[in-house]
């Protein structure tokens, strides 16, 4: 048997200037062809105006196990959310 | 459904892990692929979700049977456009499921060699333009009545793979039943022939939801894990409740006597499909068992010359980079 | 004993007036109109019949990405179609539309290029087709961009963008497989090879041709030859491909005369509309 085309993550920023975002996977041979398939694949109704694509295993993942410590910190951070503050009406939008 | 009878696997993980693994199912947490989940939970996800990525590419071969035919160029575009799509949601589909530890190419050969199936229903044969109206009415209706639930699934991949095919989905049946109105109002031979898809499709779909499974112990795993979300007997209800009125709309007759409203039920009766013939459609035995996977099993190996050499290509480009580097 | 009908009954040609569209005797060949809307038909009937070529692989490629890549390729083209066909029509001003011009004409009115005919073959021979097509498309609607009709100039711009993908595509893909393995280069060898003496009918101009370039509605074919050229050259060195020596070339598609797979492939494209006639779809 043939060896299998290598998996890549592709993200799409979408019409509004956003952040590319995660929209799936894909098998391409090398990342040029990643490309083409990316925009043939994931961006069939117009969803997007710009492509990355990443080989799946060059991706670095935090572990499942640390997703107390590694999130769970900012939780308490209440501070860096714009509603901790209470700003008088008089004040006016802000 | 797009994928029937799928069987959970029986597990024999530490209870204190399974006991918190379930609350966090029960919670609506997303189980992600990399997080702890019980062995039977992954192979009965690789099982159905392999099953359904199947089921979308042989999908595409009783559709694919007229694209050459339609009869406008809006309706091949159309067409076109539907059955690329089935082969985008079998894509995505199969990523979900490479998630889980397997490959596409694993699952192929499984698909091949009949050691995974695909749903029933692509083993009936498209045998006029009304057909093609029909599998989009009858054959997505019915996989929608199940996909839509299953975008609320646990497993994150798949919930989010379920999410991005319903978006796409949504032309699917309108598209089928645009087709059947034409034809139910169309010359007396187009209206023929919309019965005729309609009596031939009508069981088969009903089918697609598998045998009752109210007192199946797999069914009840699944359940509680929400790898699956209704039982058959509740979306072939729901299924049958939609579509009879839109039947009536068409001027068409659901081929079945015993259909009737049941006022106290607040649903129709109706009979149930011939499940010996299902069992033996699930055997090998449907009408294109055979001829479906002999046109996967060619496009597999005549494609193989291809996909080798773009890794050999490939290869070569990456080499004569680093040679200049 | 009654005598038989012979073939100038009058009911003969009453016959003919009754089965419809398909049959509308045209506009005088030589004028302006005919002209124009033979090289409208030309463009038309070329992405009509390679975008039904094309989407013969939905189901059948040898990956799925590459499944949904053809069909794309398939799908732009039968858009172009709907728009090339469709100002034919209009230009024609006797009522036919694209779905009329498409699925009820006659081999021998379709003004195709053989090339596109060609059946596909294997997945490289249809690529080579392809990109061979591509290079010269996308230098064609450059052209037409500037023609002096502007709705031609308008189909010619929204096509272009298409276009040039397609042909980003299939160089690409020619260069992967001719520079493959041992075995994608013989077959992609073979494919050149087999499909090289369809390819000089693109710059071969006839009559209309002359009168529409002088009128300045399209270009002169042999004009984009050098463009062709030079990218053809450019992707079958990459592809590690020898440039065919003979440049005999097969003609006719132009003016109607095909080669026998394009019955076949209307025979089935035409089959509802021809076996209903008046049927709405």
Not at chain 2, 281 to 296: S, T
Not at chain 3, 161 to 188: F, P
Not at chain 3, 238 to 244: D, G, K, S, V
Request: with cysteine.
């Amino acid at each position: 048997m043939s060896s299998e085309w290598p998996l890549w993550e592709v993200f799409i920023r979408g019409q509004h200037g956003l952040n590319h975002r995660h929209v799936g996977s894909l098998h391409a041979p090398d990342a040029e062809m990643a490309m083409n398939n990316a925009r043939d694949v994931y961006t069939r109704r117009n969803e997007g105006v710009s492509i990355w694509v990443v080989r799946s295993a060059d991706i670095t993942a935090s572990s499942p196990s640390d997703k107390g410590p590694m999130f769970e910190p900012s939780n308490s951070k209440v501070y860096r959310h714009p509603t901790f503050y209470d700003i008088p009406d008089e004040v006016g939008h802000m | 459904m797009y994928a029937q009878m799928v069987k959970s696997e029986a597990t024999n993980d530490d209870p204190a892990l399974l006991e918190a693994f379930q609350a966090r199912v029960d919670a609506n947490e997303k189980i992600e692929p990399k997080e702890w989940m019980p062995e039977g939970y992954r192979k009965t996800l690789i099982r159905q979700i392999g099953q359904h990525a199947h089921s979308e590419i042989v999908g595409q071969l009783p559709e694919g049977n007229w694209i050459t035919r339609a009869p406008t160029l809006e309706r091949k575009a159309i067409l076109l456009a539907k059955v690329q799509d089935e082969a985008g949601h079998g894509l995505y589909l199969y990523c979900a499921a490479e998630t889980l530890g397997i490959s596409r190419d694993e699952m192929t050969e499984m698909l091949l060699s009949g050691r995974m199936k695909y749903s029933s229903i692509f083993n009936y044969p498209t045998l006029t333009w009304a057909d093609i109206g029909a599998v989009g009415w009858l054959v997505d209706g019915a996989a929608i009545m199940n996909q839509v639930p299953l975008q609320r699934t646990s497993f994150g991949p798949y919930s989010r793979a379920m999410i991005r095919i319903c978006k796409e989905e949504s032309f699917h049946q309108r598209q089928g039943y645009d087709i059947m109105m034409k034809m139910a109002k169309g010359t007396p031979e187009q209206k023929e022939m919309a019965q005729d898809a309609l009596n031939r499709f009508w069981y088969p779909s009903l089918m697609m939801f598998g045998p009752s499974d109210k007192d199946s112990v797999h069914s009840a795993q699944s359940m509680a894990w929400k790898i699956k979300i209704n039982t058959n007997d509740e979306l072939r209800q729901k299924f049958v409740d939609q579509t009879v009125p839109q039947a009536e709309y068409l001027g068409l007759t659901v081929p079945d006597p015993e259909l009737k409203w049941n006022e106290e039920k607040g649903g129709h009766d109706f009979s149930e499909p011939d499940w010996s013939e299902f069992y033996d459609v699930l055997q090998g035995n449907g009408p294109c068992n055979r001829d479906r996977i002999e046109a996967r099993q060619k496009a597999w190996e005549d494609g193989a010359w291809v996909r080798d050499a773009m890794v050999a290509h490939a290869e070569k480009r990456a080499a004569k980079r680093i040679a200049t580097e | 004993m009654p005598s038989l009908p012979d073939i100038m009954t009058p009911d003969a040609e009453a016959l003919a007036k009754a089965a419809g569209k398909g049959r509308r005797v045209t506009l005088p060949a030589g004028s302006p109109e005919h002209d124009l809307f033979t090289g409208l038909t030309r463009m038309g009937d070329n992405t009509l019949i390679l975008g039904h070529r094309v989407s013969e692989w939905c189901g059948h490629a040898p990956v799925l990405e590459e499944d949904i890549a053809l069909a794309n390729v398939a799908l732009d083209m039968i858009g172009q179609t709907q728009l090339w066909l469709g100002l034919a029509g209009t230009v024609e001003g006797h009522g036919r539309s694209a779905d009329d011009l498409a699925f009820l004409r006659d081999a021998w009115h379709f003004r195709n290029l053989l090339l596109v005919e060609r059946p596909n073959r294997d997945f490289g021979h249809t690529l080579m087709r392809q990109f061979l097509f591509d290079a010269w498309h996308q230098p064609m609607l450059k052209a037409l961009e500037g023609s002096s009709d502007d709705r031609i100039g308008e189909i010619a711009l929204k096509a272009g963008k298409e276009v040039a993908y397609h042909l980003e595509r299939s160089a690409d893909l020619v260069i992967r497989l001719g520079d493959g393995t041992e075995e994608s280069h013989a077959k992609m060898k073979d494919a050149l090879e087999r499909l090289w003496p369809y390819a000089g009918e693109m710059f071969l101009a006839d009559e209309v041709d002359v009168r529409l370039a002088h009128e300045g509605l399209m270009p002169d074919p042999a004009g984009i030859r050098p463009a062709w050229d030079e990218t053809v050259a450019e992707i079958l060195a990459e592809a590690t491909l020898n440039r065919p020596d003979s440049d005999f070339a097969h003609k006719g598609g132009k003016q109607g005369r095909h080669t026998e797979d394009l019955g076949h492939l209307l025979t089935s494209m035409q089959w509802l509309q021809r076996a209903y006639p008046g049927a709405t779809w």
